[in-house]
């Protein structure tokens, strides 16, 4: 049931609280207040489209906050498989709109609009203003069957369509072996060359980095080679070299030792240094003598760059990525030259999946049909009810020419209103108050099977008058027996059988209008149905005629 809504800065609605009670609420009010706001409010935070443009003028956002109360075990296992906590039998959505986007939450819980649908499909079942004219579409009456068909049918559709979606990945398959044996043949021949063009390379791992490397220091050979002959030149190689100067300072040294013995230890820093420059010779004339420019490996290293990179254009931008596209290419050559086998494999898994697809397709038809025979005859019963005295109303099969998602079946509803007239496609002869009042029946005849605990219709009596927007009251009212009914109507004898009757109002406050909502209490309730009897004037004779209509509703609504 659904207990609490609370709007804020939606449209024309500044903030609005509204307590909904179990049985038929209803709202009423002039054209314009703001009714279809308060609905639209609701099915935004349900998961529909939530567009910027109903922010309020002047406001930064927009809130919409639900407050349910379920026993609905199927809800809470819902929400436990998505990681939503539960919190005794009481669920709060809200969805905040901003000019970015929206936001939606579920008992405090930031879900996508995919949960959050998952979860409110089962809490509410909404019929909108012009819903009713999805009965004219047929691909709209084989869902309305299979929701009549319980969990029983959604279990089988779960597992046709699971079938059938692995049927199809199988065929996928299977068409990629439509080759014939010249396209087989230049297909292996190709895979072949490029299998042996990458194992000739014989390529290593890293091996491109180690050649980057080497090449690199190839090429500077000679630069390197000629500095490090200045430098050795600069310091051994004359008599004015450092090496030189150091020989001659360590002479002069040991002359003055012989006048200052303290002058030792200077000498030693020299006899060190001289050292550290004979190291340093040898050193710069190994390093020449080993690594003088090498022109043929140079070209080796060269060529073989050459050929990683080719490979590269070809097969990848790494050596992983060739090596990894090798591997599928000998996968994929294993394959083809199996393809007969492979083939007749693949065909014998076709085969077998695609008889449990037929399998199950029987399976399911059968139980529509059966689920369509009960829903039939509870349709029937309950136009009767809306003033269709004489309908013979029918549900028709047919067996599409081949099995698609949803089985085989095409399913069309069919009416005669008029005794002694063929029950014909509804597109063809039904009015828009008729088909507000046989998507009555339908939601009357569904809601019996389903565990939906709240339903909301936005101005189901489009179309009617008179006895028959009687009937359509009484049949309201006997449906809210069981769900509580939230319904937006224009009709006072729909009005007139309100549990609990809210009036929407539009005012004009601070330059800014306003719709506002209140619960009516039984002579206000009396007011507005003399209201909508009347129009804006109301009289004493309109007042009594309301009184009248409320009496005798108020005791037909006793379960």
Known sequence: ?????????????READIDFEQGLNILTG????????????????????????????????????????SSNEKVFHTMEDLGIPREEDQII?????????????????????????????????????????????????????DEAGGEALEQILREFRSCYQEYKALRGRYQKFSQNPEELAKEISFIEYEIKEIEEAALKPDEDTLLQAEHKKLAAAEKISGGLSRIRSSLFDNADSASGRISD???????????????????????????????????????????????????????????ISRLKGKYGRTLQDISEYHDSLCAKLS??????????ELQKQMDTVKARVNRLAVQLSDCRRHAASDLEQRIVRNLKDLNFLEADFRIHFEKADKIYENGFDKVEFLIS????????????????????????????????????????FDEI??????????????????????????????????AAMADTHFSIEKSVSEGSTISGIRKLRRPDSILELARLLSGSEITEITLQSAEEMKTPAASFREP
């Open 417 to 456: 209103a008029n005794p002694g007239e063929p029950p014909r496609p509804l597109a063809r002869i039904a009015s828009g108050g008729e088909l507000s009042r046989i998507m009555l029946a339908i939601k009357s005849s569904s809601a019996q099977a389903d565990s939906i605990g709240t339903l909301i």
């Open 335 to 344: 394959q083809l030259k199996d393809y007969e086998a492979n083939r007749e």
């Open 93 to 145: 959505i809200s969805r905040r709109i901003t000019a970015d986007g929206s936001t939606s939450r579920i008992n405090g819980t930031s879900v996508t609009l995919a949960n959050l649908k998952a979860v409110t499909s089962l809490l509410v079942d909404i019929h909108g203003q012009h819903d009713h004219q999805s009965l004219l579409n047929p691909s709209q009456h084989l869902r309305i069957v």
């Open 1 to 13: 049931m659904l207990k609490h809504v609370h709007l804020k800065n939606l449209a024309l609605i």
């Open 461 to 494: 009596d489009t179309g009617i008058s008179g006895r028959t927007a009687r009937k359509v009251a009484e049949k309201l009212a006997l449906l809210s027996h069981d769900h509580q009914l939230i319904c937006i109507t224009h009709l006072p004898q729909i």
């Open 30 to 69: 002039e054209t314009g207040a703001g009714k279809s706001i308060i609905i639209g409010s609701i099915t935004i935070a349900l998961g529909d489209k939530a567009s910027k443009s109903f922010i309020r003028t002047g406001s930064d956002y927009g809130l919409v906050e639900l407050v349910f109360s």
């Open 249 to 307: 300072a360590i002479r002069e040294l040991h002359f003055l030792e012989s006048f200052d013995p303290g002058l030792k230890s200077l000498s030693d820093y020299l006899m060190d240094l001289e050292s550290i420059s004979r190291d340093m010779d040898h050193e710069l004339s190994s390093y020449l003598e080993d690594n003088t420019f090498q022109a043929e490996r140079y070209q080796a290293v060269q060529d073989r760059l050459d050929v």
